[in-house]
């Protein structure tokens, strides 16, 4: 099992640079399904999600390289409509390739996803996103098959039962190319991530607006020319640095971050009296005396996003008091606690609700990486324990850092990595 082995009483100092966006390039990459000309997408980030979104734009028939922070897909010569389970089982992304393809190849089959196991993520919000658009759907041997209408709509209004990213992305991206159709999207996902994949997508031609709100609306048009492209930085690794420095009694300074992505976390921030300073370029976060508890509720954006959970979680264990987080996106997300609880945290769950009752200090323990997130909190845990912490199963977090052990050894950590196959 590969493990992460972290030597604690480690205060983080000093500065980093954000990295591209997760979240914002593997969507706009799904998208270049649909674009029979070159593309060029730059800052993107080294990621083991990366690597698989781009081995299956390479099964289906894409060409593509990936160089210095820049991946250039260039079509082959034959688009092939079937994405193996192999590939699909290491992420949900990948599934947002269905649309893209079905409206390319006039059919798509596809492995139902795989990725981090914090609760139940079905694609059912996808599927009758697309059926609701004339989509054929069907389910067999573990596959989703979708085949495109004759002909589509005028008009369509869409409503989704939850403000889902992935849908979001999944139908503003398909619409894109439903040639003469007008269509709404209501109850939309409002993350920066569907802003950026509404520029990338316009920047080849689309007309998509309303991104950032809940209504989004897409005229398809009948095809989509090449182009270059920037994705944004990662909001999610930006915040994790900064509750890595409070979890650490710390001071970092993180360039290239955008300050305006992470307001919810901001304002937690400056509720616990940590300081925060930004400028043009920077965002720093540090240490100025005890923090104070908190009581948060995690939300779809702009509400305090689920994916920092864990890491404000691994702060408020040694905040004296007692301090309250509620998840209300995914059910299983409080799968971490047990790991922390192993390194001397007070945390009682019940149902939705996290109480974290501040401890004076942790101690460093053997523990396992539930997921992504999780895993970046209990590393964060590590350094700020009572001797050595051994975090297991940390293949997961190399899927959502670029360059996590890195970062953290310019940071001041002494942190080692182990592989599987040592």
């Given at each position: 099992m590969s493990q992460l082995?972290?030597?604690?009483?480690?205060?983080?100092?000093g500065e980093i640079r954000a990295s591209g966006s997760k979240n914002s390039v593997l969507p706009i990459l799904a998208a270049t399904v649909m674009i029979e000309e070159p593309v060029v997408i730059k800052n993107v980030p080294e990621l083991k999600d990366v690597e698989t979104m781009i081995s299956i734009l390479q099964q289906?028939?894409?060409?593509v390289t990936f160089y210095n922070e820049t991946?250039?897909?260039?079509?082959?010569?034959?688009?092939?409509?079937?994405?193996?389970y192999e590939l699909v089982s290491k992420m949900r992304a990948s599934?947002?390739?269905?649309?893209?393809?079905?409206?390319?190849c006039g059919w798509a089959r596809v492995g139902k996803p795989g990725g981090c196991n914090i609760g139940q993520r079905p694609v059912d919000f996808h599927l009758k996103g697309l059926e609701a658009f004339g989509f054929k759907i069907t389910e067999e041997h573990g596959d989703v098959l979708a085949m495109i209408p004759s002909e589509f709509k005028k008009e369509i209004i869409y409503t989704l039962p939850f403000p889902s990213v992935g849908a979001t992305e999944q139908l503003m991206t398909t619409?894109?190319?439903m040639n003469g159709t007008h269509?709404?999207?209501?109850n939309a996902a409002r993350e920066p991530e569907i802003t950026d994949l509404q520029g990338f997508l316009n920047s080849c031609g689309a007309r998509v607006s309303g991104a950032s709100t809940p209504t989004i609306e897409v005229y398809g048009v009948s095809s989509l020319h090449g182009g270059d492209y920037s994705v944004i930085p990662d909001r999610i690794e930006t915040g994790t640095?900064?509750?890595g420095a409070l979890t650490t009694r710390g001071d970092v300074t993180i360039t290239g971050a955008r300050y305006d992505h992470i307001i919810s976390l901001i304002s937690v921030l400056e509720e616990m009296g940590a300081g925060v300073e930004k400028g043009n370029d920077f965002i720093r976060g540090f240490w100025k005396g005890p923090l104070k508890p908190v009581t948060v509720s995690s939300e779809p954006y702009p509400g305090f996003p689920t994916d920092l959970q864990p890491l404000l979680t691994s702060v408020l264990t040694t905040v004296e008091g007692t301090s309250i987080l509620e998840e209300n996106v995914f059910e299983n997300r409080f799968g971490y606690v047990d790991e922390l609880n192993r390194m001397g945290a007070r945390i009682k769950v019940s149902s939705r609700q996290a109480f974290i009752i501040g401890v004076h200090r942790l101690s460093g323990a053997e523990v396992v990486a539930t997921d992504i997130r999780a895993g970046a909190a209990l590393v964060m845990a590590g350094l700020a324990a009572d001797g050595e912490t051994t975090i297991n199963n940390v293949t997961h977090i190399f899927r959502g850092y670029e360059r996590f052990q890195d970062k953290l050894s310019r940071l001041g950590a002494k942190i080692a990595y182990y592989p599987d196959d040592r």
């Open positions: 082995v972290v030597t604690g009483n480690t205060r983080l100092t289906i028939g894409k060409i991946v250039t897909v260039k079509p082959g010569e034959v688009l092939i409509g079937s994405v193996p599934f947002n390739v269905i649309g893209p393809l079905a409206m390319i619409a894109a190319l269509v709404i999207i209501e640095y900064l509750l």
